[in-house]
């Protein structure tokens, strides 16, 4: 009886360790929780947004009221909970030296915070009159205000790497703050998985992310195929290095940084006093904002091996090995608990017939 009891308990030990070796792996309701964040994305706060930046009358560079704007973009992603929110002052012109600012609002990630993703959108803007009038409505206080919409639905929620949102000054004289910025920032560009440029990206007939490099095919492969889950038809994937260098993006371009920027190829209004809120259209402010925002909800939380689908290949060989380990590890498990039963039912039965050989005899 006692040797039975024994092996039972060899048993269901191996039986519990079958059990959580083939246990399956199911993310915790992910889709739910990206629903949810989705569901969040308004089109009127975004208008709103667009219309506050274009109020200023002018952001360029060089005007007293881009720092206004800029004032206004600080004060904005300070009144968001968990960002920290700095200005990056850096100089502009060359005669009478003056200064301009960035804007960078900065999330700290959990277990991943030495990692970073950028979503970045240049707030000044220009005209043939850029002291009295350059409203940019398409370029680019839209990219500015989907920014703002995204940083404040993603900022109740906590991600994995750290996030990094820069409203860049001084794109229309010469990408001067984005440059300025990337230097000043150079030893954390190696640890930059991912950087998204949002510039004119309020109408035209699709919304093209541009990549230039094998790096920044990755991500616009992955940014695209989020497109295409949400079930949005409006993007395309374009290989054009010239639109991916002519804006801010480009400061990142060529450093190793997988780099994208979206924008809708449209030059109708650009750069002059008619590019104003009315022209721009509403679906794409939408679709762009969730297309970003879903994107982002992965992008912070997942492995590099399941982001990017260059390397998925890679990762599915891994995988394998892992399932063909996890059977090898089973079958000695089993291997050992049948020793161990067999082993304890040998010597019980060995101390048995020794007890029974060390009875004295009974006399008669
Ligand atoms: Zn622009």
Redesign the pocket.
């Known amino acids: 009886m006692r040797i039975m009891i024994l092996d039972a308990r060899y048993f269901k030990v191996f039986f519990i360790q079958i059990l959580i070796a083939s246990f399956p792996f199911y993310p915790a309701s992910e889709v739910n929780e990206l629903q949810s964040l989705l569901d969040q994305v308004s089109i009127d706060r975004i208008n709103n947004h667009i219309e506050d930046l274009v109020n200023f009358r002018t952001r360029y560079a060089l005007s007293e009221n881009c720092n206004k704007s800029a004032q206004f973009l600080f004060n904005y992603f300070s009144s968001l909970d968990g960002f920290y929110v700095t200005f990056h002052n850096f100089s502009i012109g060359i005669r009478d030296p003056q200064f301009s600012k960035n804007i960078v609002a900065l999330k700290k990630g959990t277990d991943r915070n030495n990692e970073y993703i950028l979503l970045f959108a240049?707030y000044d803007s220009i005209s043939n009159i850029p002291l009295s009038s350059a409203p940019g409505a398409n370029?680019?206080a839209c990219g500015v205000a989907i920014m703002m919409e995204i940083a404040s639905i993603i900022n109740k929620y906590s991600s994995n790497r750290r996030l990094i949102f820069i409203a860049f000054s001084g794109?229309?004289l010469g990408l001067l703050g984005s440059r300025a910025w990337v230097n000043d920032n150079y030893e954390i560009l190696g640890d930059t998985i991912a950087g998204i440029c949002l510039?004119?990206v309020g109408r035209g007939e699709k919304i093209s992310i541009i990549f230039a490099d094998e790096e920044s095919t990755i991500l616009a492969d992955f940014v695209f195929n989020m497109s295409i889950k949400l079930g949005f038809e409006n993007f395309e994937k374009v290989n054009d290095y010239r639109g991916l260098t002519g804006?801010d993006s480009g400061a990142f371009f060529g450093r190793g940084v997988r780099i994208i920027r979206l924008w809708d190829k449209d030059r109708t209004y650009i750069h002059t006093i008619k590019d104003l809120p009315e022209t721009l259209y509403p679906s794409h402010l939408v679709d762009t904002t969730k297309v970003i925002l879903a994107s982002l909800f992965y992008l912070l939380n997942k492995p590099l091996e399941i982001l990017f689908e260059k390397t998925y290949s890679e990762y599915s060989k891994k995988n394998e090995i892992g399932q063909i380990n996890k059977w090898i590890i089973i079958g000695v498990m089993l291997l050992i608990s049948l020793f161990l039963a067999f082993y304890k039912k040998r010597t019980s039965y060995s101390k048995h017939i020794q007890k029974e050989r060390n009875r004295p005899f009974r006399k008669f």
Request: hydrophobic share 0%; proline share 0%; no cysteine.
């Open positions: 240049h370029d680019n794109e229309e510039d004119g804006t």
